[in-house]
Every structure is written in C-alpha cells, then in structure tokens.
C-alpha cells in the first residue's frame, strides 16, 4: 500500500465552484500532515498545515480523520490561479522526510 | 520571502560521469534536505543532514549519492557515476526547525538533471 494516496485528477472545475480533494495516508503513528501546492516544472510550496481540529485559511479548509487516516481540503470560490497540483503531504515518524502523494491536478476555467 | 537557490537549473550529463547539484540553502535555517522528482511521479524524499551529519535517508540515496556543507553556505549533492534513472529534477530544501508540526520547508526552484 503506498504510504499517501491521492485521486490524481484532473478536476476541471468552473471559476468560482467549490472543489474538494482527498487523500489517505497508511501509517497511523503519523503526526504532522500538510497540503502543497506544485505548479507544472516547479518546486512544492506549502499550501497549509493540516491539525487534527481543522483549520482554514482564506478560502482554503483543511480536515484530518485520524481514525480514517484520511485528509481533506476544500478550495471555495475557485480562482483561476488555483490551476495546479495539490500535494498532500505526511512526516515521517523519524521527523525529517516528508512522504508526498503523487497530487492532484485542478483546472479551473474561466 | 528568503529564497533558495539551485545552481544550475538544467545539467545534462553522460551516463557514468559525476555530477555536483549545488544549493544555497536560507541563512539561518539549520536543516537542509534534498528531494528528487522524476517526471510524472511523486516528489521523493533522499536524505536530510543536520550539524554536518545525516540525520535520515531513504533507500534511494545509496553509495552513490554523497552530500557535503562544504562552507557556511553551501550544501551539494554529489552522484558519483550517474545512470539514465537518475534523470529527475532534484530539489533542495531548508528548514529553521526541522521537525515541528508546523516546520515548513522552503524549496528551491530546482535542477532538472539530464543523463544521456
């Protein structure tokens, strides 16, 4: 099983739609989660934290189930610069590496 | 925002020969790290080094993989006889913390290596 999983997409989406990723993760010692995002031939860049009481920033929403090891993130009023793909991220146990899903991709269009 | 910095952006090199990737990590982060991406797949990491020594691994940074700080500022990644699967874009990264939950890595644009 591989260590985080993602739908990969793509989501074409209208501007100004609501669009949710997930992703599931297979180590439950796991601890710190985050969302990056990577635009094409670019390095990832954080998106957000993801804690275990959700949190949001902006029109970006994160959730973490610990007991369905699975994480979210819901993207409001989607903006065409929100075209790109979106990492989900979990720590090692050892602290140092992050384990990065093979993302999502998004396309939102005028 | 402090960057990152990747010298050179693109290598191209032959199969057999030894390449040095070079970074520049912030300045005052004390974490660096590198990670590579082949095309089409996940961002994978290769090792992490902490006060001049590695902290953690992965199993793709075997004997042929080396990092050096070799000054105050720089932080290398040498492949000692490149094969075609090194071929990737390889990140480097730094960090102030290197393991709080909300330690955030900064990466560097990258250097798409080549191997022919």
């Known amino acids: 099983r591989k260590e985080v999983e993602q739908d990969p997409g793509p989501f074409n989406v209208p501007e100004g739609a609501t669009v949710a990723f997930n992703c599931t993760y297979s180590n439950s010692a796991s601890q710190s989660f985050f969302w990056y995002r990577q635009d094409c031939r670019k390095e990832p860049k954080l998106l957000m934290s993801?804690?275990?009481s959700g949190n949001e920033d902006g029109r970006f929403t994160a959730q973490l189930n610990r007991a369905s090891q699975y994480i979210s993130l819901l993207i409001r009023d989607s903006k065409l610069s929100d075209s790109a793909t979106y990492l989900c991220?979990?720590?090692?146990?050892?602290?140092?590496?992050?384990?990065f899903g093979k993302g999502t991709s998004l396309l939102v269009t005028p | 925002e402090p960057e990152v910095t990747q010298t050179p952006s693109h290598q191209v090199t032959q199969m057999g020969q030894e390449v040095i990737l070079r970074c520049v990590p912030i300045?005052?982060?004390?974490?660096f790290y590198w990670y590579r991406q082949i095309l089409g797949q996940k961002v994978e990491f290769l090792v992490s080094?902490?006060?001049?020594?590695?902290s953690e691994k992965s199993e793709i940074f075997d004997d042929q993989f080396s990092v050096e700080r070799p000054d105050g500022s720089n932080f290398t990644l040498k492949i000692r006889s490149t094969k075609l699967e090194d071929s990737a874009m390889y990140f480097c990264a730094s960090s102030a913390w290197g393991q709080g939950a909300n330690e955030k890595l900064f990466f560097g644009s990258g250097t798409q290596l080549s191997v022919l």
């Open positions: 991220v979990v720590r090692s146990n050892s602290g140092y590496a992050l384990n």
């Open positions: 080094f902490y006060n001049n020594e590695i």
């Open positions: 300045s005052n982060h004390l974490y």
């Open positions: 993801v804690y275990s």
